[in-house]
């Protein structure tokens, strides 16, 4: 049994795995009662194709569209095939990993706070005005753009921590780790975000107990896009020990970790209701102290980010009426950050969702993607929701826009 790559870019010579295809996507199209018309339709193939596919003759498939039947079936290509990681990336079914994020995980591999790495350092100043552009890009959700200025920062950074102008190196390394490791989360290299800010914790062991909660924050926002939502509960308690009221920084930190905890908790079913009404009664009352003058960290808390909170936790947890009551409250009021402005058109999508609502569930979708496209087309919720929109529509139409933006969005998942 093998697996080769066709002459054409792209191309898989599904070799002995015909048989297996054909059957696996035979057994779930007659499952989900379609015709092999209707399959071609929510694949965006034609019938012919799906037809031959079936046959379980020799095929040579190329990676779109074996991801094309994974999407409309609502399975993983492995459901279809049995092609091991290493095969399939071979294969480009996965994402290749930024050149950016690479120089990202390199730098902080090959330098520890204890030694300074080699080689000249870029000065002070100028490496400082990466770390705002780093941040800058953050907020407005350019991603990529953010992660080549964070790879260009970090090893300067490192050598400074060393130099006469320590102290000043350390306080911009913390700030650029947080900031690096939710670049990364938007890129989806969960792992080199888990180092970075990992990384970010290690500078604040010498820093003061603001920056300790603003490392607990990195690493939960790490953690509950991970989906280990216990993990992050915990760590986002421990950042709230550790924070000390006083400044705006800190009232920023404490409504974000207020919040995560509120999220993680009740996604994993650890927190009853009232201690999670009181995590987010707690960020409430924070809020509005918190959006009264500059943020150091660029949290940029605001407190309609509460209410789209209580919102989007109603949605996970499938409380229609408490949605419904969260979102007149809201009243159009959002947030102006794109990135929590993105996430509520989300949360949104999916309420649309849970009522059947499929076209404005695809316009919010539609809404996700223009206030932060690589925010929406990186969150594994935008991919869910396509996914189960791929299965349960069935007007041809829609089934094109569904296919449309997964077009767009498929890369990035």
């Known amino acids: 049994m093998s697996i080769g790559i066709d002459a054409k870019p792209g191309a898989l010579a599904v070799q002995g795995y015909h048989h297996q295809l054909a059957q696996r996507m035979r057994s779930l199209r007659v499952a989900r009662g379609w015709s092999q018309r209707q399959l071609a339709i929510r694949a965006n193939l034609s019938p012919s194709t799906v037809s031959r596919l079936e046959s379980g003759g020799r095929v040579e498939i190329s990676v779109s569209t074996l991801t094309s039947l994974a999407v409309a079936l609502g399975c993983s ?58 941040r800058r890009h953050r907020r407005a959700c350019d991603y990529r753009s953010a992660a080549r200025q964070a790879a260009k920062a970090m090893e300067s950074l490192h050598q400074h921590v060393h130099g006469p102008d320590g102290p000043l190196a350390l306080s911009l390394l913390g700030l650029l780790c947080f900031d690096t490791s939710a670049v990364l989360i938007g890129l989806q290299d969960l792992g080199t975000a888990w180092i970075a800010a990992d990384r970010c914790r290690a500078v604040a062991s010498r820093s003061d107990r603001t920056m300790v909660a603003v490392a607990g924050l990195a690493v939960s926002q790490v953690a509950l896009r991970q989906r280990v939502a216990h993990r992050a509960m915990d760590v986002a308690r421990c950042g709230l020990d550790n924070v000390a009221v006083g400044t705006v920084s800190d009232l920023a930190v404490t409504v974000m970790l207020h919040l995560t905890v509120a999220g993680a908790g009740s996604h994993a079913g ?124 069935s007007d041809d139409a829609t089934l094109r826009r569904v296919c449309g933006i997964w077009r767009r969005f498929q890369p990035h998942n």
């Not at 520890?112 to 870029?122: K, V």
């Not at 209410?307 to 109603?314: K, S, T, V």
């Not at 539609?366 to 349960?392: C, D, K, M």
Request: hydrophobic share 40%; charged share 20%; glycine share 4%.
């Open 77 to 134: 290509t492995d459901d279809l095939v049995d092609i091991t990681s290493a095969a399939a990336d071979a294969f480009g079914t996965y994402q290749a990993t930024p050149p950016a994020s690479n120089r990202i995980r390199h730098a902080l591999i090959a330098t520890t706070l204890d030694s300074a790495p080699q080689g000249p350092a870029e000065p002070l100043p100028a490496t400082a005005q990466r770390v705002v552009s780093v």
């Open 270 to 393: 650890a927190l009853s209701s009232p201690i999670v009404n009181h995590h987010l009664a707690c960020a409430e009352q924070a809020a509005p102290h918190a959006e009264r003058a500059d943020d150091p960290l660029g949290l940029a808390v605001e407190p309609a980010l509460v209410e789209q909170a209580r919102f989007g936790i109603a949605v996970r947890l499938g409380r229609i009426g408490s949605a419904q009551r969260h979102l007149r409250t809201l009243r159009g009021r959002l947030t102006r950050e794109p990135a929590y402005r993105s996430q509520f058109f989300l949360d949104l999508a999916r309420f649309h969702l849970d009522q059947s609502d499929h076209h404005r569930a695809l316009d919010c979708l539609l809404l996700a993607e223009q206030t932060a496209p690589q925010h929406a087309q990186s969150h594994p919720e935008a991919a869910e929701i396509i996914r189960r929109l791929s299965i349960v529509e």
